[in-house]
């Protein structure tokens, strides 16, 4: 039987890791491009939407005379898929961390 001193001690460090895993993710910035850059997504490790750049020339150029949204929605798309991946991968990095940081047996370790 573990010693309910312990289990409050893990129970402890256990709330201050998360703590700090959400500041960093938080603090956390990443970016997602589409069409060359033509759009940046720029995302917190939250997977909080942070800004959306469109390059001048995305709107102008997709369609001559009568710019194509079609295309320039799709971008935007692609842009804010690629930011959600990128921050996927600092979750999970974070939560690799966190959870090897713990020593629990069979977890992260």
Known sequence: MMNPLKMAEMLSQANQMQEEVQRKLTQTVVE??????????TMNGKKQLLKIRIEPAAVIGLGGDKPDV???????????NEAGRKAEEVIQSSVKGVLGGLNLPGLGG
């Open 32 to 41: 997602g491009t589409s069409g060359g850059g033509a759009v940046t997504a």
């Open 70 to 80: 079609e295309m320039l929605e799709d971008l935007v798309v692609a842009a804010v």
